[in-house]
């Protein structure tokens, strides 16, 4: 399967600042990345999809200004959580796909803690 | 509505094969069964998929009934590394979305 990253594994922000979780697909050319978020205890919430060089969609619920969501290239997309609060502290994860295989394979996520 | 049932959770002896039972009773004919797991604090895995023929592969085994209502993961020999969460889901192959449900605690006891 795919080798996907993410960066960074851990961050801590305070409340009103904005972080950058970034998204890279190693080894496969990801035509659709999605974002998704877990809270303790919970199942992967799907927040977005995005398709390379068009904007993401959000699903229902999601503000789409509070999290930017950029898919530049085939490699790489960049979830930007702005003016964090407390309760955006989740565990962020993106996943990746297309080719030939309809699988989605997953980064390894990003834990999120905002103070 | 959840499209899949699984057991909340579930203990299996290491050495052992483990067998995760999920209920999909109104599939649609062209629906995928796929299988991920998430071990603690990482990102999901997938483990394997089929559409109405048992699959296997170097993980595990699908089993998926005559009628497709439902279906069985087989871990054919569990280790203390198989302790995840293992999600069913059941997915159209012309959307990439993928919708997580609760899925079952498997928790593999030496």
């Known amino acids: 399967g795919a080798v996907v990253s993410q960066h960074p594994s851990r961050v801590i922000c305070k409340s009103g600042t904005s972080v950058k979780i970034e998204c890279r697909s190693l080894d496969f050319q990801a035509t659709t990345m999605f974002w998704y978020r877990q809270f303790p205890k919970q199942s992967l919430m799907l927040m977005a999809t995005?398709?390379?060089?068009?904007?993401?969609?959000?699903e229902q619920g999601v503000e789409k200004d509070k999290f930017l969501i950029n898919h530049a290239s085939l490699t790489l997309s960049t979830l930007t959580v702005t003016s964090a609060h407390p309760e955006d502290s989740s565990f962020y994860i993106c996943s990746v796909t297309g080719g030939r295989s309809y699988e989605q394979y997953f980064g390894p996520g990003t834990r999120l803690t905002v103070t | 509505d959840a499209k899949t049932t699984q057991p909340t959770s579930m203990d299996c002896a290491e050495g052992r094969a483990a067998n995760l039972p999920c209920n999909h009773s109104?599939?649609?004919?062209?629906?995928?069964v796929y299988w991920y797991r998430q071990i603690h604090s990482q990102g999901p895995q997938y483990i394997i998929h089929?559409?109405?023929n048992n699959e296997t592969n170097e993980m595990a085994s699908l089993i998926i009934t005559e009628d497709r209502k439902s279906s069985t993961l087989i871990l054919p020999h569990a280790t203390l590394r198989d302790t995840a969460v293992y999600y069913c889901?059941?997915?159209?192959?012309?959307?990439?979305?993928?919708?997580f449900g609760a899925g079952t605690t498997v928790t593999v006891r030496a």
């Open positions: 995005s398709n390379e060089g068009s904007k993401a969609t959000y």
């Open positions: 089929g559409l109405k």
């Open positions: 109104t599939i649609s004919g062209n629906e995928y």
């Open positions: 889901i059941v997915r159209d192959p012309n959307d990439y979305k993928l919708s």
